[in-house]
């Protein structure tokens, strides 16, 4: 089967299942559902999946290199979403954290089973970013909701969603060592992604010119 096919079934599947997860999460709360970094990376994992699925054949360049850059921040958005789970809450926070974050459908959906398929399909089976600069796409992303929920929390206005979040717990150093941890975790899973894409993808072209963005040379 075509690589491109695989890509198919995974982002049906991907977005299956994140639309699943985003019902069952909203019908619990919808108060802090865009506090969570979860809830946005599956959100924009799901769109990047629609768009992947519906313009997977267009001729537009433009529109393709869209959906190539919207594949690859999903993908990075739920990398980050896997590996903080698994790696440090779940370990750290034990069986509590573990009920917590993978007792609901949603929780095992978007914690687990999204990341898994999204990301699969992206680095195996499709075609994506090849310039270097494309990396600042996620770190942007997630700098622009960290700062935000910084803000939101020291204004009073929100609640931490993640206790590394929570300003008036913490001294400033811990914030600040915190906040340029969470980057440089992001900046290494978005270089590891186009890595892993560009050797393993569905990449039968040569890479973009640098005047070409993040797409790649029109035939």
């Not at 750290?92 to 917590?100: D, H, I, L, N």
């Not at 398929?117 to 089976?125: D, K, L, N, T």
């Not at 206790?163 to 290494?188: C, D, K, Q, S």
């Amino acid at each position: 089967m075509k690589k491109s096919n695989i890509a198919l079934i995974l982002n049906i599947a991907a977005f299956v299942f994140g639309c699943t997860g985003i019902v069952f999460r909203v019908a619990r709360s919808t108060a802090d559902f865009f506090l969570y970094y979860t809830q946005l990376s599956n959100v924009a994992a799901v769109i990047s999946s629609a768009m992947y699925t519906a313009f997977r054949s267009t001729e537009n360049e433009r529109l393709r290199a869209a959906v190539r850059g919207a594949r690859y921040l999903g993908a990075c958005g739920l990398t980050m979403t896997f590996l903080v789970v698994t790696c440090i809450f779940i370990p750290f926070g034990g069986e509590s954290a573990t009920v917590r974050l993978l007792g609901s459908v949603n929780g095992v959906l978007h914690h687990l089973v999204c990341p898994v398929i999204s990301v699969v399909s992206y680095v195996f089976f499709e075609e994506g970013v090849r310039a270097k600069r494309a990396i600042w796409l996620p770190f942007g992303a997630t700098a622009v909701y960290a700062l935000t929920v910084y803000a939101l929390n020291y204004l009073r206005l929100a609640k931490a969603p993640y206790p590394f979040f929570e300003v008036y717990e913490h001294p400033a150093w811990e914030l600040v060592l915190w906040f340029f941890g969470l980057m440089g975790l992001v900046t290494g899973i978005a270089a590891a992604v186009r890595l892993l894409n560009g050797r393993f993808g569905d990449n039968k072209n040569d890479p973009a010119p640098r005047s070409q963005g993040l797409g790649r040379r029109k035939k």
